[in-house]
């Protein structure tokens, strides 16, 4: 196979596993698309096998490294931007809020993934006599303290930036939970 | 990985010796295991290589990597 039908038998799987996928989800399947993701990637990974050609080398790698340092800091900025203005907009809909959190949950998810790999291939890169494991081993604790420290955090946040008064529905009928400023909402509540 | 971004700082000859062994830039690529694009932004010193690809380079062209590229 050249790399040109592999470009082609590759957005063919695409085009195939996007509308298997749509299908699924309006089918309410959502073991099917699981499936269906699987499936394309074996097939997409035993179709690059039969390429004889050079479909990437050093200069696509370092290309993509460099593309990827931009995605996560574009992203990290956009995604942080969006908290705020939701943070911003939570009095229109106390829902905001959480959406926020989880942005800004995602963000740090993001840039500590990026850590953890790029500490990994800095230990691989370097031979050093102490592997990843090792280190992993020995920085266990700070990140279990760590983590204990975001749990709390983001059980104190949430709890801080979530709304206390507001109007709840709640069997049908709108209640109060504290003071709300607002007026009772117009919209049934279901 | 490149070994510097200061493309301005270094000539090769690639184009020269590959016109001389008849080679297309297709036939140098797979000789060095890499894509033709890649001998085109070498060609004209748009990219600097790894070392090991200026060491493939220079072996497919018969030269050394001094030879090769010039700082």
Do not use: W
């Given at each position: 196979m ?7 038998y590759?957005?063919a ?27 394309g990637l ?6 690059r ?15 993509a ?9 574009i ?16 009095d ?7 959406i ?9 998810g ?11 291939l800095k230990?691989?890169?370097?031979g050093?006599?102490v ?5 992993f ?21 949430l709890r ?7 109007w ?6 709108w209640?109060?939970h ?5 007026t009772?909402?117009?919209e049934?509540c279901? | 990985?490149?070994l ?21 830039q ?10 033709r ?13 790894s070392?090991k ?19």
């Open positions: 050249t790399s040109k039908q592999y470009q082609g590759r957005i799987i695409v085009i195939m596993l996007s509308a298997s996928i749509s299908v699924a989800i309006s089918l309410e399947n959502y073991i099917a698309p699981v499936i269906a993701i699987a499936v074996i097939l997409i990974r035993l179709g096998q039969k390429v004889k050609e050079v479909l990437a080398d050093e200069r696509d790698y370092y290309m490294g460099t593309a990827a340092r931009y995605s996560i800091s992203f990290s900025v956009i995604l942080v931007i969006g908290m705020f203005i939701l943070m911003a907009l939570q229109k809909n106390p829902e905001f809020a959480n926020a959190m989880l942005l800004a949950y995602l963000t740090c993001l840039m500590l993934l990026n850590s953890v790999v790029f500490h990994f230990t691989r890169e370097s050093s006599k592997g990843f494991a090792k280190k081993k020995h920085y266990l604790p700070f990140f279990l303290l760590a983590l204990i420290v975001a749990i709390i955090l983001a059980i104190a946040s801080m930036f979530t709304p206390e008064d507001e709840i529905c709640a069997d049908g009928n209640t109060k504290g003071n709300p400023s607002a009772r909402p117009t049934k279901r | 990985m490149p510097s971004d200061n493309f301005n700082s270094m000539t090769n000859n690639i184009k020269e010796l590959r016109l001389r062994h008849n080679l297309t297709e036939e140098l690529a797979q000789k060095v295991g890499v894509r694009e890649t001998i085109l932004f070498l060609e004209a010193g748009k990219y600097n290589p070392l690809l200026a060491h493939d380079t220079a072996a497919a062209l018969g030269v050394t990597v001094d030879e090769l590229f010039r700082f």
